[in-house]
């Protein structure tokens, strides 16, 4: 089967070399060369999270199962939270949170802005003894790249822990995960794996929150402190790993490895700059501004017929775009740039096609 | 690299047509194509369910996420539940429960020994308005093929619905998922998958019950009502589907309908035989009587030295066999036989090298 042009907001690509990693046969989850991979996504995941974290893992779950374990740790019944809105999938995090029993504090900001820090710090002072303050770096239903590092130490200043989703960003843009206390991600973005698996890094901090908490986590699927017994020694049996989905994830951060963390970044900055003046020769008019504007993701104003458009992109060129999600739905359309799909030579085949709609 | 013969209590060993699966490219998880994959899954899992049932997914997870999911979704805070504990599973449905808020009245038989109906029925007496009965159907850790349809009929007349284990089950025995209300499972087993999707169906009145919830679900990520939007029409996006896994899982229930499932329930017994006949003539001691012994994972008395006995085999003889779980750690065998690792001369091998090693 051809394979699509995948443009959307994930999942990229996937890179030959890691469907080729998939070929490698499945063996136990105790089997010592499972245990040898398990060490080695570690160590990767910590270059590319930019850590020095010892915890770092990959849950069994899709990205949002990220979300939920990042939250869902941190979190006991009561605790006050404030989690900062923008999109889509802020609005999830708070969805997740009050299913964890906190109190949310929702700093909302409108669709399309960036969060400034002062809206943050208000509800800081507002909130006696905050747990924790939640927010998305790359906003993946409105593609702006969210500035985190003030809001960090706000938050830090007040005693709360951040929890930062990097699902869309990491490995496109700089995370700097030992500025924050969890992070999380997904496979199929720019980590350029297939869906599957959530990478997540845990400060000590925030490590130390979750040893002392006086109720266990609510999810036993997601509980860190199980899930980090089964990856390191003592090794213990928490759920059947998948050596599938674990030898494609080492793979993909091996080749971010080769390629290296500065030049991927840059390959998604400048295919995404090109992709940008193709757009806006066409008409198209962004959604987010350039200073701010995310390269792994673009939104633009859709055409009124969004949806038929897109269905021909599909149908007759092979290409995959994204229409928008939640208040932007049938609004925008939303261009992904992530891992392998992120290349000239795939903007040039979607701004060809572009052309010829129009 | 060399494929391991996988004669542990899962993975079982992943049938080329499967691999070859997986290979297929990714695609967006609302493409029109893989919408087409949902479908055939859901029907093909009604079949190996043996159920009528509607509801028939399979959740983003390993076998484990299924029992969260079921056990989750069906209870809330303050709920009585029964269960029938008597191995590893059991006990952690328990755990599960417990952290989903129910009162568990936890009807405890000793290792290795069926539950008798009796039991549960006492149980069932003794609670007021039961929410659930869960119990494994075949519980891994010890071996034992449970019966279940007494305990349903039971459970049923006094107004509980019952969940069902049925992890290592699915695919090699029969399940008659029709005559309870939830079932899970996992792909790794004797589905023939790798690890990493868990196939769930819901009978009518559990997913009424789910629909008339009070509260939501309190894991987001395991919320069967928001899993089934995506899975069928209007096809809202949950998460990001793992298209390799779905792949793997279409192909891996595609040679179970090929084979034919009374075919491969009879493979899996036949082969069952010829190992327990081996096993016995090199003197082993059944941890099960053989009315109660399940096909898939046989269960043994093991030597002193077990620990080391199993390194050496995986080194030397590069074959998975399993050490014992909770209770019975460090005292039996577990060798599974399941799916494609379900063969005569997968018997052969290892008989032939446990007669080396005596």
């Given at each position: 089967m051809e394979q699509r042009i995948l443009l959307g907001p994930g999942p990229s690509m996937v890179p030959?070399?890691?469907?080729q990693a998939m070929q490698r046969p499945v063996v136990g989850y105790l089997d010592p060369?499972?245990?040898?991979?398990?060490?080695?996504?570690q160590k990767r995941l910590r270059l590319v999270f930019q850590t020095q974290n010892e915890v770092a893992l990959a849950l069994p779950g899709t990205g949002m199962s990220g979300m939920e374990a990042a939250l869902g740790n941190l979190i006991e019944p009561g605790d006050s939270v404030i989690i900062a809105v923008h999109g889509f999938f802020g609005a999830r995090m708070v969805e997740i949170a009050r299913r964890y029993g906190a109190n949310c504090k929702v700093v909302q900001q409108t669709w399309g802005q960036p969060i400034d820090s002062e809206m943050v710090e208000a509800a800081l002072k507002e909130t006696p003894n905050p747990r924790l303050v939640a927010i998305v770096h790359a906003e993946t239903s409105i593609g702006i790249a969210q500035p985190i590092q003030d809001i960090a130490r706000l938050a830090h200043d007040y005693g709360a822990l951040v929890v930062v989703d990097c699902v869309t960003s990491l490995g496109g843009l700089p995370v700097h995960g030992d500025r924050v206390?969890?992070?999380?991600?997904?496979?199929?973005?720019?980590?350029g794996g297939p869906p599957g698996l959530a990478p997540i890094t845990v400060s000590p901090r925030a490590w130390e929150r979750i040893q002392t908490r006086r109720s266990p986590n609510l999810s036993w699927y997601l509980d860190l402190r199980l899930l980090w017994d089964y990856w390191n020694e003592p090794h213990i049996y928490h759920h059947t790993a998948s050596p599938t989905l674990l030898y494609a994830m080492d793979a993909a951060l091996r080749l971010i490895?080769?390629?290296?963390?500065e030049n991927r970044y840059r390959r998604h900055l400048e295919t995404a700059q090109a992709l940008w003046q193709g757009l806006g020769e066409l008409g198209f008019r962004f959604m987010i501004d350039e200073p701010n504007r995310l390269p792994m993701l673009t939104s633009i104003e859709a055409p009124v017929n969004e949806a038929e458009l897109r269905q021909r992109l599909l149908r007759n060129c092979n290409i995959e775009i994204g229409g928008g999600l939640g208040e932007w739905k049938g609004k925008v359309w939303r261009i992904g740039l992530m891992g392998r799909s992120c290349t000239r030579e795939n903007v040039d085949l979607l701004l060809?096609?572009?052309?010829?709609?129009?």
């Open positions: 030959e070399e890691v469907y060369e499972l245990f040898e991979v398990l060490t080695s996504i206390d969890v992070v999380y991600s997904a496979m199929q973005k720019c980590i490895e080769e390629e290296g963390l060809g096609a572009l052309t010829e709609m129009r």
